[in-house]
């Protein structure tokens, strides 16, 4: 299963240097078609001596440089909050194999495996509860919800895809904690398919997003 779906973690992008993600920046097409305009004006300037139309290529240059400034400081912004949200996953997790309860590496659970968790416990990802005692849990960095939600055991009364993410009782998500009771829940999702791991996704995509309107 982890050869189909890969390791539980988020995914990382390669790191770029603060010079090469300016570089970047400027291999949009809207902004060589700038630049162009604006050598373009600054050598008509030149040509007719006429130096009170420098303002015109100047502006430009100097437009195309402030969103290059603003594409790294948004690119940098995402890369931290992709950062954070890796720091919330549980470095290892109690799993029911063979009978036996063992501690094994988070980032190498699978759909499928049987967990054990505890007050106290990162919750190493998506999973369906199977069994619980007054288990409570902080979601606010899913939900914005900063009362810890009970959670039950038992089937909910319609498909859980049309009930809100801080209604689904019967789940726990990748990134909150346990803060009351504990449970045993059954692995659904793993690494990017885990809710956090879409929302990783979505501030990957934000530069992109911004930037290529």
């Given amino acids: ?16 240097s603060g010079f090469q993600r300016f570089i970047d920046q400027f291999k949009d097409v809207m902004i060589l078609i700038l630049i162009a305009a604006a050598i373009v004006s600054f050598v008509v300037v030149c040509v007719e001596s006429n130096w009170g139309e420098l303002f ?26 992709i950062e954070a949200l890796q720091e919330m996953s549980a470095a290892t997790s109690k799993v029911l194999r063979d009978g036996k309860l063992v501690s094994v590496r988070s980032e190498d ?46 089937a909910l009364s319609s498909e859980s895809d049309s009930i809100p993410l801080g209604d689904r009782k019967n789940m726990v ?15 659904v999702a793993t690494g990017m ?21």
């Fill in 56 to 81: 015109e290529p100047a502006l430009i240059l100097l437009i195309v440089i402030l969103n290059a400034v603003m594409g790294v400081v948004q690119e940098s912004k995402a890369e931290a909050a």
């Fill in 173 to 187: 998500y990748m990134g909150s904690t346990i803060v009351y009771g504990r449970g045993t829940v059954v692995v």
């Fill in 109 to 154: 659970l699978v759909v499928g495996d049987v967990v054990v968790l505890e007050a106290g416990d990162a919750v190493p990802a998506d999973a369906r509860i199977i069994e619980c005692a007054s288990m409570k849990i902080e979601e606010a960095a899913l939900t914005g919800e900063s009362v810890p939600v009970d959670k039950v055991d038992h």
């Fill in 1 to 16: 299963l982890q050869g189909e779906y890969g390791p539980n973690k988020l995914r990382e992008k390669k790191k770029k």
């Fill in 193 to 213: 398919n885990t809710q956090v791991g879409k929302i990783a996704n979505l501030i990957k995509n934000e530069k992109d997003t911004l930037w290529n309107k």
